[in-house]
């Protein structure tokens, strides 16, 4: 199945994955954002807060954006 | 008696009035007017884009088609039979188009060639539907077209900055134009312009954040982009804010520690650190502005002076003013009034080297010898009759004999 995976970390990447059947958010998270932690992340499925064991289906927007961001004196 | 029937045309849901339902359908187009705005601006924003990839096309063609009219003016030089050395009028041209080229190409090298997914009016309308989940609320205000959220009140490393509104301007969407207000500001003492670290004149910098704020904006990923923005203002980054969080009340004086305002800071030229007013000081000659470090003070009229005002004693090394000193005749060194007296013959000042007790050396050696040294006229004129009488007797010595 296809899902749309938004990764906001770094320079920002949007597009459809191949994803396994009954892939949790936490398998999904761990396969795409790999040395990354959840918990440092917010993690979103069709803009809604879902838990960790929520099974992804066909045509999900799986959104992660870190919750700590560095800024910058420009 | 006649009965009114009721007919309940929804049995199981409520009765509500007229006003309502309108009210409710008012909102909703409201909301769709706005995501049809902003859909329009990113869309602007691509054709904007598209001028800009244009312009950065023709601008390398450009520069192409100068290298080579060059290109073809060696081939001319080098074609034929004399030695013909290139001119620098053409290196520099060489020069100059080879470093609007490699500037050009860096430029074309940063656009973002993806092709953009061009968000349609019920994403955007999901987008902001979501803003509700996500900060508890948003704000439209209809006459600045501004957008906005409220974060949670931010406290970084135990500095409590207060909750901040994020506004992105919708009416200037073809630019990316957001400014971060501070609901209860905390500002910086050295700067109240100042909010956040990584705030200045409601503005954020964004740094690492740059560019996946920019694809969220331009995909119609609004809550996206206020989720990135309240990241970075949830982050210190102490390596290049705007004002350290550990100097935001005010900047510590160099020498007490005491924490002071930019108002009441003072600054020393000599030794580039920050001081607070009673460890700051000026010289008493030229009025410069120094720390207490960098002044010296004169151990004789104890005024304060900086190096360039204040000499030392070449005789006992301390410190002394200009006025407190005097030139050494003799040896033309400075020396401090402890140090120096004047010769009781030349009257002139001389330090504790060239005196020789009360006379200097010079006065000393030039001046003719003392009663002390000479003898007395009773011991000359005894001497006289003693060596009269030698005379006389070797003179009657000498007559008798013949």
């Given at each position: 199945m296809k899902v749309l995976f938004i990764n906001n970390d770094g320079g920002g990447f949007a597009d459809y994955v191949e994803t396994a059947e009954g892939t949790t958010v936490k398998a999904f998270f761990e396969k795409h954002m790999q040395g990354q932690t959840s918990a440092?992340?917010?993690?979103?499925?069709?803009?809604?807060?879902?838990?960790?064991?929520?099974?992804?289906?066909?045509?999900?927007?799986?959104?992660?954006?870190?919750?700590?961001?560095?800024?910058?004196?420009r | 008696m006649r009965r009114r029937l009721l007919v309940v045309r929804n049995p199981g849901r409520r009765l509500f009035s007229p006003?309502?339902?309108?009210?409710?359908?008012?909102?909703?187009?409201?909301?769709?007017?706005?995501?049809?705005?902003?859909?329009?601006?990113?869309?602007?924003?691509?054709?904007?884009?598209?001028?800009?990839?244009?312009?950065?096309?023709?601008s390398i063609a450009n520069t192409a088609s100068q290298i080579q009219s060059i290109r073809k003016r060696v081939a001319i030089i080098s074609s034929g039979d004399r030695m013909v050395c290139v001119s620098?009028?053409?290196?520099?041209?060489?020069?100059?188009l080879s470093r609007d080229l490699d500037r050009q190409l860096h430029v074309f090298g940063t656009i973002d060639t993806r092709p953009p997914k061009k968000p349609s009016?019920?994403?955007?309308?999901?987008?902001?539907?979501?803003?509700?989940?996500?900060?508890?609320?948003?704000?439209?205000?209809?006459?600045?077209?501004?957008?906005?959220?409220?974060?949670?009140?931010?406290?970084?490393?135990?500095m409590y900055l207060g909750p901040f509104e994020v506004k992105l301007h919708v009416n200037k969407l073809?630019?990316?134009?957001?400014?971060?207000?501070?609901?209860?500001?905390?500002?910086?003492?050295?700067?109240?312009?100042?909010?956040?670290?990584?705030?200045?004149?409601?503005?954020?910098?964004?740094?690492?954040?740059?560019?996946?704020?920019?694809?969220?904006?331009?995909?119609?990923?609004?809550?996206?982009?206020?989720?990135?923005?309240?990241?970075?203002?949830?982050?210190?980054?102490s390596g290049s804010p705007f004002v350290a969080l550990d100097s935001w009340h005010g900047t510590p004086c160099k020498d007490c520690g005491h924490v002071v305002s930019e108002e009441c800071d003072f600054y020393c030229e000599?030794?580039?650190?920050?001081?607070?007013?009673?460890?700051?000081?000026?010289?008493?000659?030229?009025?410069?502005?120094?720390?207490?470090?960098?002044?010296?003070k004169c151990q004789g009229c104890e005024y304060w002076y900086c190096g360039s005002?204040?000499?030392?004693?070449?005789?006992?090394?301390?410190?002394?003013?200009?006025?407190?000193?005097q030139t050494c005749v003799a040896c033309e060194e400075r020396h401090c009034e402890n140090c120096t007296s004047e010769c009781e013959q030349c009257e002139e000042v001389h330090c504790e080297s060239c005196m020789d007790d009360t006379t200097c050396k010079q006065c000393e050696e030039s001046s003719p010898q003392t009663d002390l040294d000479q003898p007395d006229r009773g011991e000359i004129q005894h001497e006289s009759n003693q060596e009269q009488k030698s005379a006389e007797a070797q003179e009657a010595t000498c007559g008798a004999s013949r």
């Open positions: 440092n992340h917010l993690i979103r499925v069709n803009r809604q807060h879902v838990h960790s064991g929520y099974v992804l289906q066909d045509g999900d927007r799986v959104s992660v954006t870190p919750t700590k961001i560095e800024g910058a004196l | 006003h309502r339902r309108r009210s409710v359908h008012y909102e909703k187009r409201k909301l769709f007017r706005l995501a049809d705005q902003i859909r329009d601006g990113i869309l602007t924003r691509e054709k904007q884009q598209l001028v800009d990839l244009k312009y950065h096309i023709e620098r009028a053409l290196m520099d041209e060489v020069l100059s009016l019920r994403d955007i309308v999901a987008e902001i539907d979501a803003l509700e989940d996500e900060f508890g609320g948003w704000r439209y205000d209809p006459d600045q077209q501004v957008v906005s959220v409220t974060t949670e009140p931010v406290t970084l490393e135990g073809p630019k990316l134009y957001y400014t971060i207000e501070a609901l209860d500001p905390q500002p910086a003492a050295s700067n109240q312009e100042v909010t956040h670290p990584h705030v200045n004149s409601g503005e954020m910098c964004e740094g690492d954040a740059r560019a996946a704020i920019a694809g969220a904006i331009r995909e119609g990923r609004i809550t996206d982009f206020f989720v990135l923005v309240r990241s970075v203002l949830q982050t210190y980054n000599s030794c580039d650190c920050t001081y607070c007013d009673e460890c700051y000081g000026y010289c008493q000659e030229c009025s410069s502005s120094l720390c207490c470090g960098c002044l010296n005002c204040i000499e030392l004693c070449a005789n006992c090394g301390d410190h002394f003013c200009g006025g407190c000193t």
